[in-house]
């Protein structure tokens, strides 16, 4: 069965930082991309980035571009979000997902496209 493991969240100040990581089991994380989504209450679930299978490819939300950096370790199954310069209005619960198609690099910003999904961990970013 697979299983993802958010953590990382927490309480910050405005133009703070936190690293969130995602520790994945139960099938060859390595052949899959992957993507990190937030949802803030009352609101719909948004992308927020994603990297491709193999590591080379980045993509992510018009937002946060230029303040967080996804990245993977494939030898320890764990994706990686580094989230730099927050903003109150990112207070959210923070998902990591894996894409449901091995070796496939595309339609990320879609939610349909991704089969797994972890608990989430609370981000809170104080004014």
């Known amino acids: 069965q697979v299983q993802l493991v958010e953590s990382g969240g927490g309480l910050v100040q405005a133009g703070g930082s936190l690293r969130l990581s995602c520790a994945a089991s139960g099938r060859t994380f390595s052949r899959y991309a992957m993507g990190w989504f937030r949802q803030a209450p009352g609101k719909e679930r948004e992308f927020v980035a994603a990297?491709?299978?193999?590591?080379?490819?980045?993509y992510y939300a018009d937002s946060v571009k230029g303040r967080f950096a996804i990245s993977r370790d494939n030898a320890k199954s764990t994706v990686y979000l580094q989230m730099n310069s927050l903003r109150p209005e990112e207070t959210a619960v923070y998902y990591c997902?894996?894409?449901?198609?091995?070796?496939?690099?595309?339609?990320?910003?879609?939610?349909?496209?991704?089969?797994?999904w972890g608990q989430g961990t609370q981000v809170t970013v104080s004014s």
């Open positions: 997902a894996s894409q449901k198609i091995a070796y496939y690099s595309g339609n990320y910003y879609d939610r349909r496209q991704y089969d797994y």
């Open positions: 990297i491709s299978w193999h590591g080379g490819s980045t």
